[in-house]
């Protein structure tokens, strides 16, 4: 039984233009979620994470929105640039560890 | 500035050899993770560690056993590679006292078993 989804392989954007990454999760125990990046031949680093007890946490560009009834996740990034085209993973935490999802390519075109 | 190194990039092992891969940090992190990434199937978590001397299963640890001797150090043991062990390992290191618990990854390591 899978705990996070990314429904989303895949996400083309223009450049400037706003990204909005998508994950759902199925347990409400979580504490806190997160949003990794990744590029190629390189781990996994951290972006910006929000605690179970809040809706919205923003970063400059970016901001994660946290719809616990929905048990939904967002990440929006304005504006985009080529720059943040990586894969972005979505994580959930609790009790010390993270359960990952798929992961979303996200490609912003110039 | 947090830094994890694993020891390689690249590996290629033939079936039923032992391999070791290993991780280090250098910020006195207390927790320790390795995951394995495979396309389309995200990172799944083998094995992970709170302190020296523990270890707790992950999601998929069968086929693989871990060691932590040292603080800074979590290995990766592939008792009899096979094939299905082909894959991109990721080392990950966390703060204990940090309740987002923010993994700070390693550059991974390509494992290909022939």
Redesign the interface.
């Given at each position: 039984d899978q705990q996070v989804k990314q429904n989303s392989p895949s996400l083309s954007v223009q450049e400037g233009r706003i990204s909005i990454l998508n994950c759902d999760y199925t347990n409400s125990m979580f504490d806190y979620f997160l949003w990794y990046k990744k590029y190629p031949a390189e781990g996994p680093t951290f972006l910006i994470s929000i605690s179970s007890i809040k809706d919205k946490n923003e970063d400059g560009r970016f901001t994660v929105f946290l719809n616990k009834s929905a048990k939904h996740l967002s990440l929006h990034i304005v504006p985009s640039q080529p720059g943040d085209s990586a894969v972005y993973f979505c994580a959930v935490h609790n009790a010390g560890k993270s359960t990952f999802g798929d992961g979303t390519t996200l490609t912003v075109k110039p | 500035d947090v830094k994890?190194t694993q020891s390689s990039r690249y590996l290629v092992k033939r079936t039923g050899e032992k391999v070791f891969l290993e991780c280090v940090q250098d910020m006195d992190h207390e927790?320790m993770?390795w995951?394995r990434q495979d396309p389309?199937?995200?990172?799944?978590?083998i094995y992970?560690s709170?302190d020296v001397k523990m270890k707790e299963k992950?999601?998929i640890p069968e086929g693989y056993s871990v060691s932590r001797e040292k603080k800074e150090r979590f290995s990766l043991i592939l008792e009899s590679a096979s094939t299905n062990q082909t894959s991109m390992y990721?080392c990950?290191s966390s703060l204990?006292r940090d309740?987002?618990?923010?993994?700070?990854?390693?550059?991974?390591t390509r494992l290909t078993v022939t």
């Amino acid at each position: 039984d899978q705990q996070v989804k990314q429904n989303s392989p895949s996400l083309s954007v223009q450049e400037g233009r706003i990204s909005i990454l998508n994950c759902d999760y199925t347990n409400s125990m979580f504490d806190y979620f997160l949003w990794y990046k990744k590029y190629p031949a390189e781990g996994p680093t951290f972006l910006i994470s929000i605690s179970s007890i809040k809706d919205k946490n923003e970063d400059g560009r970016f901001t994660v929105f946290l719809n616990k009834s929905a048990k939904h996740l967002s990440l929006h990034i304005v504006p985009s640039q080529p720059g943040d085209s990586a894969v972005y993973f979505c994580a959930v935490h609790n009790a010390g560890k993270s359960t990952f999802g798929d992961g979303t390519t996200l490609t912003v075109k110039p | 500035d947090v830094k994890v190194t694993q020891s390689s990039r690249y590996l290629v092992k033939r079936t039923g050899e032992k391999v070791f891969l290993e991780c280090v940090q250098d910020m006195d992190h207390e927790n320790m993770f390795w995951y394995r990434q495979d396309p389309g199937l995200g990172l799944r978590l083998i094995y992970f560690s709170y302190d020296v001397k523990m270890k707790e299963k992950g999601d998929i640890p069968e086929g693989y056993s871990v060691s932590r001797e040292k603080k800074e150090r979590f290995s990766l043991i592939l008792e009899s590679a096979s094939t299905n062990q082909t894959s991109m390992y990721l080392c990950a290191s966390s703060l204990g006292r940090d309740p987002a618990g923010e993994q700070y990854f390693g550059p991974g390591t390509r494992l290909t078993v022939t």
